[in-house]
């Protein structure tokens, strides 16, 4: 059977499944009490040093107290990790048996990425090597040397927070199961030259609570609008999938939330009005939403509600009749983008495709025509206004849809120019430039630019944003109202989200919507595009934002042996890092690009636990277990142990000193919080400790 049939086949199948259990449970137990519940599961990671990381998350399921164990999620889903590290994805909805849940058994399919050659590169592992690109050719698993398959991990919850369906009555109890894969704990890469090995050992935590607050994207098909009680209702479709519908999912508009839908954009009650009339079932949208758990006062069941900060719809996100690439702008030669670091979405063939030099489907820096019928829009934005082709300037991030075709050469194309049967658009998305201050007055400032969303400055070429050549050593920034925290030196580190000023315009070579120095970058609030308000962040990079960066910890140890003194102190109040330690081998503090090495710090850090308090939508997430041990693989039967996640740091430095030892050594560690030069002091919102 061809693969999307089977897909089909597959959609089917679950539609049925799920209706035979909402029909099973209507035939047990009190009629007025249903016996299931719902559980939403969502997908992130924490990033490494990735330019993609694409396995299939393959299943979840879910063990109850009694021993029962049930599927959570069970559409497999092919997944760029890279891709959702700023956001969180819904997965789906399912339906499962009221009750406690423990633990949560997650499987990752590591199979195409470990037989990826650059020549078949698809879905594949890549790396940043001397600012390229790069194919990771080798992946084998860390403990057995071996070519990696499956991994099935568990991880155990905190047990003062499991995972609780409750009995209802003309209601349903639902909760979030938040699944978050730590790329930066998940192993190592190993350069030599212009080869990259990685080493991998999955690493993952789940909760009811999430250890952070980003935006959930809810993609799928429209089922429904309803305008008077301002909601409108999705097939759930999540990452690329353009067959299953793995659940449905209600989504309340906010008297701010952006639409970008068919090439307009509008706000709040409006936009929902434009989506409520365009085509149920083919109308395809992304909403980036919020979390808000609701209680049922009576009997302590839980819900809750998915509130919409910005809305991406219909052709403007995507439609049958074109195909989408997302990347960086690198150069431009009149009308023809040539882009890097690009996936090119293939919707008619329900695949995607990483770009890398070589490949046959989608080589290495693919080309996007514009002409005058190209729509161009601003993802969550309300300020800027008459896009056209000319908006699109070397170094923007952009999405871009259009004909698909691959020229004479091996060049991957996209027409985005536009006719009578198709409609050509693009979509700017807000984009990091960082790097150090050059000077600063009311309404503009000056930075010598290192990185444009981590790539280096090295990969664009510059010509044509304006009449003089680009120099990126003094890159001029149009902040507006936009103020730079005060304090901020020059020579200190800045960070600045925003828009490339329209190709031809240069100077000034980016407008700002957020500006912020190191401190601020790991609090900031803010949405991405700079449209509608959210509240401040404090440690937990605001409640919707995707504008901050939170300090990342990161610190690998010799494996073999490991070391059992890995710390200089370890109590309820927090730890240090041996540096001195015969078998630490590298520690860094990242933020964004900006790497700090624990050798050039005064002393070793000290990392102390947040004081922020547990909510219905936060929790701190302190992880420790070794992954060998706790999956099952080609190589590991059974698991012996699993991966632990504690809320109170206190029951996590019991548990360290507890299992580790001679024989589950520790082997690396990823913190993230926020890092306070002044005082040396990290405070973590998550640590995960690999064993």
């Known amino acids: ?24 449970a209507g035939c047990h137990g009190n009629p007025n009490e249903s016996g299931y519940g719902l559980v939403w599961v969502t997908v992130t990671d924490e990033p490494g040093d990735f330019t993609s990381y694409i396995v299939t998350i393959d299943s979840v399921t879910l063990t109850r107290n009694d021993g029962i164990i049930v599927t959570a999620a069970s559409a497999p889903e092919i997944v760029d990790f890279t891709q959702v590290s700023n956001i969180a994805e819904m997965w789906g909805g399912t339906a499962v048996p009221n009750g ?23 879905q594949c592992i890549t790396v940043l090597v001397n600012g390229v690109p790069t194919l990771v050719t080798t992946v084998l698993d860390a403990a057995s040397g071996t070519t990696p398959t499956t991994y099935q991990v568990t991880v155990t919850f905190d047990e003062a927070h499991p995972l609780v369906i409750s009995p209802t009555y003309a209601s349903t109890s639902a909760q979030r199961l938040a699944i978050d894969f730590n ?32 935006l959930i994207r809810v993609r799928g098909p429209l089922i429904n609008s309803s305008t008077d009680v301002d909601t409108y209702t999705v097939y759930v479709r999540p990452f690329y999938d353009e067959a299953n519908n793995i659940g449905t999912l209600t989504l309340f508009n906010q008297p701010n939330t952006v639409y970008t839908i068919n090439g307009k954009t509008l706000i709040g009650a409006p936009g929902l009005d434009v989506l409520s009339v365009l085509s149920a079932g083919t109308t395809m949208t992304a909403g980036y939403t919020t979390f808000e758990p609701t209680v049922n006062p009576a009997n302590g069941a839980t819900a809750g509600k998915f509130n919409l900060v910005y809305v991406v719809g219909a052709s403007t996100l995507e439609d049958e009749y074109t195909e989408g690439i997302s990347g960086y702008v690198v150069a431009r030669s009149g009308n023809t983008l040539t882009l890097l ?61 259009g004909i698909y075709s691959i020229l004479a050469d091996g060049t991957t194309q996209i027409d985005a120019r536009g006719s009578t049967t198709n409609t050509g658009s693009v979509r700017l998305q807000s984009t990091e430039v960082w790097g150090p201050l050059v000077s600063s007055a009311a309404g503009s400032l000056v930075l010598n630019a290192q990185t444009i969303d981590n790539l280096p400055v090295s990969d664009f070429n510059f010509a044509g944003n304006g009449a003089a050549a680009l120099n990126p050593a003094a890159f001029t920034i149009d ?29 000034p070579d980016f407008t700002a919507v957020a500006l912020n120095n190191e401190l601020s970058v790991q609090t900031a609030g803010g949405p991405v595009g700079g449209g509608a308000p959210t509240a401040p962040g404090i440690e937990t990079c605001g409640i919707g ?42 520690g860094v503090i990242r933020i964004g690009p900006e790497s700090i090495d624990l050798a050039s710090l005064p002393a070793s850090p000290q990392v102390v636990p947040t004081a922020l308090p547990i909510t219905g939508t936060f929790a701190p997430q302190y992880t420790v277990g070794n992954p060998a041990t706790a999956s099952v693989t080609a190589t590991v039967a059974t698991a012996t142990t699993t991966l632990q996640v504690y809320n109170y740091f206190s029951a996590f430095v019991t548990r360290v000193n507890q299992v580790m030892d001679k024989a589950s050594p520790a082997v690396q560690l990823e913190a993230h919080g926020i890092y306070n030069r002044t005082t040396n002091v990290f405070t973590a919102t998550s640590v995960n400790l690999v064993l």
């Open 1 to 24: 059977m061809h693969l999307r049939l089977r897909k089909y086949a597959r959609q089917a199948a679950s539609a049925l499944l799920f209706a035979v259990v909402i029909f099973a």
């Open 100 to 122: 406690t849940y423990l633990s949560a058994t997650i499987t990752l399919d590591y199979t195409t990425a470990a037989s990826c050659t650059v020549a078949t590169a698809t």
């Open 183 to 214: 790329l930066a704990a998940s192993g190592e890469v190993g350069i030599s030259g212009d080869t990259a090995t990685l080493y991998v050992r999955p690493f993952l935590t789940a909760g009811v609570q999430a250890a952070d607050n980003k």
């Open 341 to 401: 670091d690009s996936t090119l979405f293939l919707n008619t063939a329900d695949t995607f495709d990483y770009c890398l030099t070589g490949s046959a489907s989608c080589g290495g820096k693919p080309q996007v025509l514009l002409g005058t019928g190209t729509i161009v829009t601003a993802d969550d934005n309300t300020t800027l206004t008459g896009l056209n082709l000319d908006s699109i300037a070397v170094g923007q991030r952009i999405t871009a849809r």
């Open 479 to 507: 902040s507006g109202s936009v103020a730079l925290p005060a304090g901020t030196a020059v020579g200190s580190p800045v960070w600045s989200d925003g828009f490339f000023t329209p190709f031809g315009s240069a100077p």
């Open 545 to 586: 934002s995707q504008v901050c960066e939170p300090a990342s910890l990161q610190v690998i140890w010799h494996s073999p042996p490991g070391s059992v003194t890995p710390f200089s102190s370890l109590s309820s109040s927090g730890f240090t890092i041996n540096l001195a330690n015969k078998e630490f081998f590298s």
